[in-house]
């Protein structure tokens, strides 16, 4: 059949179908774009002509578009996303921060930037990037190392295996991430003659790949050998539809949980070997268990920092880690013995392995007795309005915020969030109550501020049913409030918790504990943001004066939400009552106090303090550093 590559892409697209475990769906959910010279006369015209067979969405900004698909990919546990398709140049450099994100977080996303010709013939065209010595090189290489596969079409053939390898990446697991095919403004329009076959329905199966059975041996001797097992869920378990064989392993063998930000909500937070988050956003539940687990399970983790408290976590000096993961460069991380398996699958067979085996009764019993304790802790901090020391008319606490929208997403609703000083107090408080895993949303692969309001349509996108509540704070709105225009266009109800703390407060909490007093997160006027030494203990904001007469309610609203403002937490539980039943975006404004942080629970996050400083309150941080660094392991020990 003759067609143009953008009208053969197109068709291939919508002829994609994903399927597991018997079930399937399509796998593009449709494309999300902006049109310039670039696509307008290829994928532009293309989409028109097959607007029935692919839905398209115009976006408001690009980076926001692959956010959008990247939350869409996570809230369907991979197996569904969004095409995003843009101009040349900086529409497609725009990509960038998405297709990292996207990447790291182990997300289908896929990428089409417009590229200059590649005839070469009218060059340079309008925002080409010129490189005397290399006629091959454009902006879209910046994609490479933030794509899992990476393909520019420089003939309409080409797009045959193009398109077929981006499809094998995007559906693998193991593999998945960003997928780049930069297209030549040229080679989209061009006709070829296309095999029939290329366009007709193409399922992709994801299969279950079990463990090596040597592998399952060993892993359950080392399990039944343990004296203080202990589980750390990653996203894998979630992605992989794991929860329910998660909580049935941990009931046949007695050992506790705790989880990554992307596996929390694996074991629902009320179930008594739930320990919650782990690491450096950890419980003291959690965190009190890990420091002397002699056996750790982890699951679908890529072992990030915080998760590991920057190798501070484990303490035992004995201790081995068995990795199930659906990538070996994962299931290999601290000299772990590698599961190669989906983690289910896995689950379950070492569940048999291990039948008529519990850890021992003792250690059980602690990992309850540190679930309750930390339940009543969560409870205290969220039921007070505002921080202990602060009188009754002061502004709103992070933690109680928090409580507000944990009540109001009950079992089946989603919070979304991504940086800021949220993400930590989330990951600590939120109550998990979704037995699948899906109603806890924080993007902490790349803590990517401005990813909440696009992730957050992703998400809605992917689950109607849901509700979604956006947690997002003042400087991550300002990166992106674009796309709540997006929202109102499509008529996507989502509700967006937008707390105002005039700056960023988690950088400003960080800077002070690396000595440097809150220097350049205040938003002020005069003086570039640094704070007077004197001002850091945390009455800054008692001065109106200082804050800048910027009103981000107001901005929502003029790009068409609906906002209500609210100055207590019980006008915010109201507020995201209201919200309800919306035909588009809500956003609630709240004003918060930036000095009210939930308090860090026996653990620590490396960031490097300056060895040299004029400054005492440097020196000092840097000799508490030196200190922590010491419970920094390489775990070496294979098992
Ligand atoms: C795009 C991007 N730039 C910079 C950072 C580093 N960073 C992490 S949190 C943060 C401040 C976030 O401010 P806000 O959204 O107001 O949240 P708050 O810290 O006040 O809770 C910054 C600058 C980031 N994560 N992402
Ligand atoms: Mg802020």
């Not at 790291?104 to 490189?131: C, K, M, S, W, Y």
């Not at 063998?253 to 070997?273: I, N």
């Amino acid at each position: 059949m003759r067609l143009t590559v953008a009208q053969a892409l197109v068709r291939f697209l919508a002829a994609q179908e994903i399927e597991r475990d018997g079930v399937r769906d399509p796998f593009f959910a449709g494309c999300f774009g902006i049109f310039g010279h670039g696509n307008v006369a290829g994928l532009g015209q293309a989409l028109q002509q097959h607007r029935d067979l692919l839905a398209y969405h115009p976006a408001r900004n690009e980076q926001a578009m692959v956010h959008v698909a990247a939350g869409y990919a996570r809230q369907r546990n991979r197996l569904g996303t969004f095409a995003c398709t843009t101009s040349v140049g900086p529409g497609a450099t725009n990509l960038v921060t998405g297709a990292a994100l996207a990447t790291i977080n182990r997300l289908p996303v896929l990428l089409l930037p417009g590229d200059t010709f590649a005839t070469r013939t009218p060059h340079p065209v309008l925002q080409q990037l010129e490189v005397p010595h290399d006629a091959t090189v454009s902006v879209n290489d910046c994609l490479r190392p933030v794509s899992r596969y990476y393909e520019r079409v420089e003939r309409a053939e080409q797009l045959v295996p193009a398109a077929l390898e981006a499809m094998r990446v995007l559906t693998d697991p193991g593999e998945t991430g960003a997928v780049t095919l930069a297209l030549p403004e040229d080679v989209q329009a061009e006709a070829f003659d296309w095999p029939g076959a290329f366009l007709e329905p193409r399922v992709w199966t994801v299969y279950r790949r079990p463990p090596a059975p040597e592998a399952l041996a060993r892993a359950a001797d080392l399990v039944r050998g343990a004296r203080r097992p202990l589980i750390v869920a990653g996203g894998g378990v979630i992605y992989s539809a794991a929860t329910a064989a998660l909580r049935a392993f941990a009931e046949a063998t007695g050992v506790p949980v705790c989880e990554s930000q992307a596996g929390r909500g694996a074991l629902v937070s009320d179930h008594p070997l739930s320990l919650g988050a782990v690491g450096a956003t950890g419980t003291s539940a959690a965190n009190r268990l890990a420091r002397e687990a002699d056996v750790v399970i982890g699951i679908g983790t890529r072992w990030s920092d915080f998760t590991t408290a920057s190798k501070s976590a484990f303490q035992d000096p004995g201790v081995r880690f068995v990795n199930i993961n659906v990538t070996s460069f994962d299931a290999a991380k601290h000299s772990g013995l590698p599961l190669v398996a989906d983690a289910r699958v896995a689950l379950d067979a070492l569940r048999e392995a291990l039948a008529g085996h519990r850890a021992p009764a003792g250690w059980e019993r602690r990992a309850a007795e540190e679930a309750d304790g930390w339940a009543a802790e969560v409870a205290r901090l969220v039921a007070a309005p505002v921080r202990g020391d602060a009188d009754a008319g002061a502004l709103p606490a992070q933690a109680a915020i928090i409580g507000a929208i944990n009540d109001a997403a009950g079992e089946t609703g989603v919070v979304v969030c991504a940086a800021g000083s949220a993400p930590g107090d989330l990951h600590k408080l939120w109550r998990a109550r979704d037995p699948e895993g899906k109603g806890y949303h924080v993007e902490y692969g790349y803590s990517c501020m401005g990813y909440e309001i696009p992730g957050g349509i992703g998400v809605k996108l992917a689950a109607p049913e849901r509700e979604v509540f956006v947690l997002v704070g003042d400087g991550s709105y300002l990166m992106l409030p674009g796309e709540l225009v997006t929202a109102v266009a499509e008529r996507i109800p989502i509700v967006i918790v937008l707390v105002d703390n005039h700056g960023y407060a988690s950088i400003g909490a960080l800077s002070r504990s690396v000595g440097s007093s809150g220097f350049g997160t205040h938003y002020r006027r005069g003086t570039n943001g640094a704070l007077p030494v004197d001002d850091a203990a945390g009455d800054a904001l008692a001065q109106p004066a200082d804050v800048l007469p910027v009103d981000l309610a107001a901005n929502a609203e003029s790009l068409g939400a609906r906002v209500i403002r609210t100055r207590t937490v019980a006008e915010l539980r109201r507020a995201l009552h209201d919200a309800r039943g919306a035909d588009g975006p809500v956003v609630v404004h709240i004003e918060a106090d930036r000095y009210a942080g939930v308090p860090g629970s026996e653990s620590w996050w490396d960031v490097p303090v300056a060895e040299v400083s004029d400054d005492d309150a440097v020196r000092v941080a840097r000799a508490a550093y030196e200190r922590a660094r010491r419970a920094q392991r390489f775990h070496l020990e294979a098992p």
